[in-house]
T-cell receptor
Framework: AQTVTQSQPEMSVQEAETVTLSCTYD???????LFWYKQPPSRQMILVIRQEAYKQQNATENRFSVNFQKAAKSFSLKISDSQLGDTAMYFCAFMKHDINNDMRFGAGTRLTVKP | NAGVMQNPRHLVRRRGQEARLRCSPM?????VYWYRQLPEEGLKFMVYLQKENIIDESGMPKERFSAEFPKEGPSILRIQQVVRGDSAAYFC?????????????FGDGTRLSIL
């Protein structure tokens, strides 16, 4: 079974600064996908960034980037130039590359961006 | 391009009543997943369905909970004889299915409150 661990229940950062959210996972699979989802107070789930395990290059999306360390089974999210609108719960998720596409989520990190 | 539609957005039930949560997947998606998010916790997988089939219900409580995804119409998550502990946000997600490596697309969730 796959497990996803987010060891930081809460984090805060000053506006315009950089913050890194941690995520580790446990799997025996070789092909899989990793995601970061953002859940603002509205409770919608928004896909922030995804990473295919077979790709060496770390994914980036504007101010969001990941540090994917496959051997260490680590998948951290870096948010640069933090904005007030980044305040949200952030969930790390793992998906096996198989027909089920079943996803497993971490418990989440609550990020607060302070003005 | 309608996304995953969940209704109702908010549902209030008294203890002992039945709750029915509906999820219409994105157009072209034949796989549906239900998740439960307890207050301040991460998403927990409940059940995975394809049309007319339950593929994996390992995360769903054995009693009072059931799910279906009929040939026609939305997927239904049914909770019988609700209790206070059933209060949570219930998210539905869909994916295209067998050949897809895309992440699941989430609905906005149904907030269930038990009085």
């Amino acid at each position: 079974a796959q497990t996803v661990t987010q060891s930081q229940p809460e984090m805060s950062v000053q506006e315009a600064e950089t913050v890194t959210l941690s995520c580790t996972y446990d799997t025996s699979e070789n092909n899989y996908y990793l995601f970061w989802y953002k859940q603002p107070p509205s409770r919608q789930m928004i896909l922030v960034i995804r990473q295919e395990a077979y790709k060496q290059q770390n994914a980036t999306e504007n101010r969001f980037s990941v540090n994917f360390q496959k051997a260490a089974k680590s998948f951290s999210l870096k948010i640069s130039d933090s904005q007030l609108g980044d305040t949200a719960m952030y969930f790390c998720a793992f998906m096996k590359h198989d027909i089920n596409n079943d996803m497993r989520f971490g418990a989440g990190t609550r990020l607060t961006v302070k003005p | 391009n309608a996304g995953v539609m969940q209704n109702p957005r908010h549902l209030v039930r008294r203890r002992g009543q039945e709750a029915r949560l509906r999820c219409s997947p994105m157009k072209g998606h034949s796989h549906v997943y239900w998740y439960r998010q307890l207050p301040e916790e991460g998403l927990k997988f409940m059940v995975y369905l394809q049309k007319e089939n339950i593929i994996d219900e390992s995360g769903m409580p054995k009693e009072r909970f059931s799910a279906e995804f009929p040939k026609e119409g939305p997927s239904i998550l049914r909770i019988q004889q609700v209790v206070r502990g059933d209060s949570a946000a219930y998210f539905c997600a869909s994916s295209p299915g067998l050949t897809s490596n895309q992440p699941q697309h989430f609905g906005d969730g149904t907030r269930l409150s038990i009085l």
